[in-house]
């Protein structure tokens, strides 16, 4: 069966950072409309709306949330719902939208996502994230996320002998991208001895190894291929493949502790449908929460072979210029992870180096680009790919 | 908030307090957690409570220093995954000297308060894990 031909048309996210004067409404409504400004419309056009956000209820305690961002967008009475994977909501948000043009419901929609996550203390937020593991068997052990993490770590280092520096030059490597990004929470290089040096958080993994807390929103604008033609559009980035995959919620049900196999499932669905292989992937932005994460997601997205992935970072591969750049804009790690909006900032990245206007960021060249997004320790997976002509 | 209601603990005490999982006389999987649908048989799996002798050995390990609300007062403490003996892996934290930890490390279960909940003074108990032999 061939699907409908779905383009990206719009696509904006505000500012990564501690939002103390900004409300998660202030937040959303700004997003979409830098995304509805970079579309050229005014928003009428839009006829629903997908929001990505994982925990609203324990970070401001509003839930309801698709009905608060299309109530403040304006916009009502078009449908709007919230889609919920942890840290993988935004990336589900993208692709209900997308399914709901394919499926002939609607021919442009908005799918975005948002999170604000400093208005509670650092401890609870912590508490809140932990709200993607089991509850029952690892929240409740006093597992944290930077903890199943750094299980996965320390078993990646003993099985495949990755080091602690390759860990290291991921977080390096990826806040190199961000200084030059202005919508970055950590717009700064960070050195080797930096990582190695900073606060330990759960051994082997440190502060530099893990993404912020973050407020943020983003949103993007979607269009089935005649929307786009009627529209004029001369600058679509097409979505060629969307992928989706399930593995246990908690990390200790797995078959194995160093692989995502959700990724490599989700990775598997979108290039068979895209009928791509990872060598033809221009750049990629994977979900970095935890260095070692970007290390898993380069291995499972089939970049190298299983246990080189730090070989692969070390050698400089994932670098702008490299043989696969990767989260060329500073990736979860610079940029913030505001973890219901992440996704769909991936996707505006990818957007925006597709479109050639990335600046001194630009990947010569890309046309086809991967974005990867988790929630949890692994247990959702979400891989879209898309591509210009 | 707290990592665990009285009700959810109380439902849980068997599993929590005596290491009893469930085991699927089908295919004789067993599993902990314990699951109420054995995902190998479906409708044809028929599950029983499986005690677990609590040995295992140490699959990974992490020691946690940034803690999430209600284990502030016990950092450091360290968490591993533990393959029991029956086979099922579990997470659990790992009681004792975390610098004689390694992976491959033999562990037996042992009885210990978890955390107390600050609002209500409830304490918790539960399964940790302490290196065998020592
Ligand atoms: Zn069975």
Redesign the interface.
């Known amino acids: 069966m061939t699907q409908k031909r779905v383009a990206v048309i719009g696509a904006g996210y505000t500012k990564f950072d501690e939002h103390w004067d900004k409300s998660l409404r202030d937040l959303a409504t700004e997003a979409g409309g830098k995304a509805l400004a970079d579309a050229k419309m005014e928003g009428k056009e839009i006829q629903a709306l997908f929001v990505g956000n994982m925990s609203g209820g324990?970070f401001i305690g509003q839930e309801h949330l698709a009905a608060l961002a299309v109530d403040q967008a304006g916009l009502t009475p078009i449908p709007a719902t919230r889609c919920e994977g942890a840290c993988a909501s935004g990336a589900l948000a993208f692709r209900k939208a997308l399914l709901s043009i394919q499926a002939g419901e609607h021919d442009i929609v908005m799918a975005a996502g948002a999170e604000k996550m400093t208005d509670i203390k650092g401890?609870?937020a912590?508490?809140a994230l932990?709200g993607a593991g089991?509850?029952?068997?690892?929240?409740?052990?006093?597992?944290?996320f930077?903890?199943l993490y750094?299980?996965?770590a320390?078993?990646h280092m003993?099985q495949f002998g990755t080091t602690r520096e390759q860990l290291a030059m991921v977080s390096v490597n990826n806040h190199k991208n961000g200084a030059l990004n202005p919508l970055a929470q950590h717009p700064y290089t960070v050195s080797l001895e930096d990582v190695l040096t900073s606060?330990?958080?759960?051994?082997?993994?440190r502060l530099l190894d893990c993404s912020p807390i973050t407020d943020g929103s983003a949103a993007v604008v979607l269009a089935s291929e005649e929307a786009v033609k009627k529209l004029g559009i001369e600058n679509p980035v097409w979505i060629l493949a969307s992928g989706q995959a399930s593995d246990t919620l908690?990390?200790?049900?797995r078959k194995s502790?160093t692989e995502m196999a959700a990724t490599k499932f989700a990775a598997k669905t979108a290039y068979t449908k895209a009928g791509l292989t990872p060598e033809k992937i221009d750049v990629a932005e994977v979900h970095d929460c935890f260095s070692i994460n970007e290390i898993l997601a380069i291995e499972d997205l089939g970049f190298c072979k299983k246990g080189e992935g730090g070989k692969f970072v070390e050698q400089g591969k994932i670098a702008i210029g490299g043989e696969r750049p990767i989260n060329t804009m500073g990736g979860l790690k610079s940029i913030g992870h505001p973890v219901g909006a992440s996704g769909i900032r991936q996707i505006i990245d990818l957007t925006t180096q597709l479109r050639g206007r990335a600046g001194k960021l630009q990947v010569n060249g890309a046309k086809v680009g991967l974005a990867q997004n988790v929630g949890g320790s692994g247990a959702t997976a979400v891989v879209n790919i898309l591509g210009v002509e | 908030?707290s990592?665990?209601s009285v009700p959810?603990f109380w439902r849980?005490k068997k599993s929590?307090y005596n290491l009893i999982g469930t085991k699927c006389v089908t295919c004789n999987s067993i599993f902990f957690?314990p699951k109420t649908l054995c995902p190998e048989c479906r409708s044809k799996g028929k599950l029983e409570e499986f005690q677990f002798s609590g040995r295992g050995e140490v699959?990974?390990?992490?020691?946690?220093?940034?803690?999430?609300?209600?284990?502030?007062a016990?950092t450091p403490?360290a968490?591993?995954?533990i393959k029991l003996d029956e086979g099922a892996?579990?997470?659990?934290?790992i009681v004792g000297d975390a610098s004689k930890l390694d992976?491959g490390k033999r562990v037996k279960s042992v009885f210990r308060k978890?955390?107390e909940d600050g609002s209500g003074g409830v304490i918790?108990y539960?399964i940790?894990f302490e290196v065998d032999g020592e």
């Open positions: 324990r401890e609870a912590v508490a932990m089991d509850h029952e068997w690892e929240s409740a052990i006093g597992l944290t930077s903890g750094a299980l996965i320390r078993a003993k606060t330990m958080i759960s051994d082997p993994l908690a990390l200790h049900d502790f | 908030m990592q665990g959810l849980l929590k957690p699959i990974s390990y992490t020691v946690i220093t940034a803690a999430p609300e209600g284990f502030e016990y403490y968490v591993g995954l892996t579990i997470s659990g934290q992976i978890m955390y918790h539960g940790k």
